[in-house]
């Protein structure tokens, strides 16, 4: 049913139909359209312009039609443009022309937007309450390994050794401040675009900031151009759905290099990979690398709507309509990869005595012997060049640092006496590293600490957001 009609001597031709409609993919935001129309209509009947008998009967309308779209009896009809025409056209069905009185002071202009900013606020609490559950299962899993040794990297090569907790604990702190990227675009979002009418507002005395209340939003937005025409809130969730994609990816490469042969660190629950058609004996990790080739589609999906907007003039302009299947596919495939991402990494089980022999191999307490000098009172650059040579002379004689003679190691520097094999142990080497933030053991447990008080404080800031929008989450 086409909203429009009396300047016009014909329908739209069909390529003009089928390329306009979008009730394909905007069909989800129903329950939200169905809210912000109960919101329009409580100020319409205050403004008395909608008697008090119609609007009752229109109220019990669109609460029928509430239960009817989750009950899936009510659908869209091959002739429906998109989500309002389709609402309108059962509005209509059950009321006759009364139904159309709803569309007075709004259009589908500001509809779409406020819609879409109930969808995206309601979906986004629900991906930082998935993020928080990985989190979880993340800071649960490092503690598992505060004590275990592991090599730890830069540039792929063994550079110091690290606690696998801390190593593993890393990526819950990311995550943190993914979450606190939510709360802040939450807070930046919560802005209602209902009133703003087709750009200018409207001359019926109504109320938008009462209905911005009665929605749960902080405030009306405070310009009528600015409602309709602004997707930032979208390209900004995008960016932070893209941001937690780009994580999950980083993890999952992980993930794939501790479960290869060479490496052999990690085994992945067989609940939690995949088998091969063709090769008996593989057992492969999927999930960590559909999390990170997902992070593609999420780049791509902010990419899409950052030069859908870059270009557009004034207010409303069509394109517009392109902003919401890059959003939903965005959430859609977070949802999709999160609980499996978290599920896997509850499940793996690391090897410590792998890890743990690993951890001084490729030289990696070199450092140890510089730092020792420099204790000794050596300048770093000169500590930093024995060190050098006694990694030079392991490599040409096939030793381990440790294993350097008593006068080798006062060959390369006097002061590098036979107790600097005492710094040379895994063990000692991480419980130095107790600077803020470092790898000794003592200090992961309370980074492991301070994470869990972050994330509880996240989980309550969650749960209050997603009452405040309670009794529209639907599609
Ligand atoms: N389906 C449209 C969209 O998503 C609704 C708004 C249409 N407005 C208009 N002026 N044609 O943007």
Redesign the pocket.
Same mark, same amino acid.
Not at 81 to 84: A, N
């Given at each position: 049913m086409a909203l429009w009609g009396g300047r016009f001597t014909s329908s739209p031709a069909e390529a003009v139909f089928a390329l306009s409609r979008?009730i394909e993919f905007?069909w989800r935001l129903a329950p939200y359209d169905l809210r912000a129309s109960l919101a329009h209509l409580m100020v319409l009947e205050k403004a008395k312009l909608i008697s008090s008998t119609d609007a009752q009967l229109i109220r019990k309308s669109l609460r029928e039609l509430q239960d009817e779209i989750a009950q899936g009896t009510f659908l869209p009809a091959p002739e429906d443009?998109? /989500?309002?025409s389709a609402l309108e056209r059962g509005l209509t069905a059950k009321l006759g022309a009364t139904g159309g009185a709803l569309r007075a002071g709004r259009?589908?202009?500001d509809? /779409?937007a406020t819609d879409l900013r109930l969808f995206s606020l309601d979906h986004m609490l629900h991906i930082a309450n998935l993020v928080t559950d990985l989190q979880r299962a993340i800071v649960a899993k490092a503690g598992e390994y505060v004590d275990a040794p592991a090599p730890g990297f830069t540039h792929l090569q063994h550079a110091q050794p690290v606690s696998f907790g801390h190593e593993l604990l890393k990526h819950a702190h990311a995550l943190d401040r993914d979450v606190a990227r939510i709360k802040d675009w939450h807070a930046r979002s919560s802005f209602s675009p209902l009133g703003a009418g087709?750009l200018a507002g409207s001359s019926l005395h109504l109320d938008p900031e009462g209905v911005a209340s009665d929605l749960g939003f902080t405030a009306a937005i405070a310009n009528s151009i600015d409602a309709v025409s602004d997707r930032d809130f979208v390209a900004e969730a995008l960016f932070v759905l893209a941001m937690i994609g780009s994580h999950l990816s980083r993890m999952g490469e992980e993930w794939c290099l501790w479960a290869s042969t060479e490496f052999g660190w990690a085994k992945i629950d067989d609940a939690f990979a995949t088998g091969s058609s063709i090769m008996p004996q593989k057992k492969n990790p999927d999930i960590a690398e559909l999390a990170r080739g997902k992070a593609g589609r999420l780049i791509g999906n902010l990419t899409a709507v950052l030069s859908m907007l870059k270009g557009l003039p004034f207010a409303?302009n069509?394109d517009?309509?392109e902003?919401?299947e890059p959003l939903f596919d965005s959430i859609d495939t977070l949802n999709l990869v999160l609980p499996a991402f978290t599920g896997m990494v509850t499940t793996t089980v690391f090897d410590r005595e792998k890890m743990s022999a690993s951890a001084p191999t490729g030289f990696s307490l070199a450092t140890e012997i510089a730092d020792y000098l420099v204790r000794a009172g050596v300048p770093f650059a000169q500590a930093h060049e024995a060190a050098g040579k006694c990694v030079h002379t392991c490599e040409s004689e096939k030793k381990e640092l440790h294993q350097l003679t008593d006068s080798q190691f006062t060959q390369i520097h006097p002061l590098l006496q036979a107790d600097v094999r005492d710094v040379l142990t895994v063990d000692g080497a991480l419980r130095s590293r107790t600077t803020f933030g470092g790898t000794a053991p003592a200090n992961v447990r309370s980074q492991i600490g301070a994470l869990e008080g972050l994330i509880s404080s996240n989980a309550s800031w969650i749960a209050g957001e997603s009452q405040r929008f309670s009794g529209m989450m639907g599609a």
């Open positions: 979008s905007d443009e998109d /989500v309002h259009s589908r202009n509809q /779409v087709a409303y069509r517009l309509q902003d919401k």
